[in-house]
Nanobody, 118 residues
Framework: QGQLVESGGGLVQDGGSLRLSCKAPRMIFSVYSPKTMNWYRQAPGKQRELVASITSDRLTSYSDAVKGRFTISRDNSRKTTWLQMNSLKPDDTGVYYC?????????WGPGTQVTVSS
């Protein structure tokens, strides 16, 4: 609980942009920096899906649905991961969650709501 805190969600029009932040206030640098950090999202009535990941070496990967529109980045010294979302579509609407996995256990933030209006 409280390992991750997301912010930056909101209401935006079709084609707009948002930048989400995920902070890890309770984690020390040496614990945070080696972790692969992930962004997931969950649309109403749908399963949670992986959107983007970034390794400790800043290797990134994206789902096909967001490739070319979203960019994940991180700053280990600030224990923060970002998700820059451009060219947003109504299908991007959902709750966005930050995540990491530690020895088989998933850790989640409370999520931040993103709503894209048509």
């Amino acid at each position: 609980q409280g390992q991750l805190v997301e912010s930056g969600g909101g209401l935006v029009q079709d084609g707009g942009s948002l930048r989400l932040s995920c902070k890890a206030p309770r984690m020390i640098f040496s614990v945070y920096s080696p972790k692969t950090m992930n962004w997931y999202r969950q649309a109403p009535g749908k399963q949670r899906e992986l959107v983007a990941s970034i390794t400790s070496d800043r290797l990134t990967s994206y789902s096909d649905a967001v490739k070319g529109r979203f960019t994940i980045s991180r700053d280990n010294s600030r224990k923060t991961t970002w998700l820059q979302m451009n060219s947003l579509k109504p299908d991007d609407t959902g709750v966005y969650y930050c995540n990491f996995n530690e020895r088989g256990t998933d850790y989640w933030g409370p999520g931040t709501q993103v709503t894209v209006s048509s």
